[in-house]
């Protein structure tokens, strides 16, 4: 039997939680997955391991410091092999630090931004390994990709 890979899957709470639970539990069967969030109130399931950080957004980029702490050492604490987000802050800090760490990631864009791609995709387009939108209008073909319905 062949060990498990590790996914740390982040987000933001909300609909990105939502989106992101929702393509994980797809994958729990073949990989551990590693959740994180900005979130306490958030109740595990059985068997879930779910991190709490800090909440950031745009309108208060000083917090980005404090999550980057914190996302950094869940990553060197738990050494995923993937990092998976479907998005906002905390899940472009996480994109970043993998780079710096060289773990593989993936951004899926939220399936609410129809019209362009999110903010927080775009400062990760050019960084994350796969770049996913759920809209085929919105691809690129180089750095954006569009592969079908994901969620």
């Not at 404090?66 to 998976?84: M, N, S």
Request: charged share 25%.
């Amino acid at each position: 039997m062949t060990a498990k890979r590790k996914v740390f899957a982040i987000s933001s709470p909300g609909g990105h939680w939502i989106q992101l639970t929702r393509l994980c539990a797809g994958l729990e069967a073949e990989h551990e997955i590693v959740y994180a969030l900005p979130d306490k109130l958030f109740k595990p399931k059985r068997d879930q391991k779910i991190y709490s950080v800090i909440d950031v957004s745009a309108d208060d980029k000083w917090k980005l410091i404090p999550c980057a702490f914190q996302v950094g050492y869940i990553l060197l604490k738990e050494r995923p092999q993937v990092i998976l987000s479907t998005g906002a802050a905390p899940g472009v800090v996480a994109i970043l630090l993998g780079k710096l760490l060289r773990i593989r990631t993936i951004w899926i864009d939220s399936i609410a931004n129809v019209q362009k791609i999110s903010r927080s995709g775009e400062l990760v387009k050019n960084r994350a390994d796969v770049f996913l939108t759920q809209w085929e209008h919105l691809s690129d073909q180089q750095h954006v990709l569009f592969k079908g319905s994901v969620l």
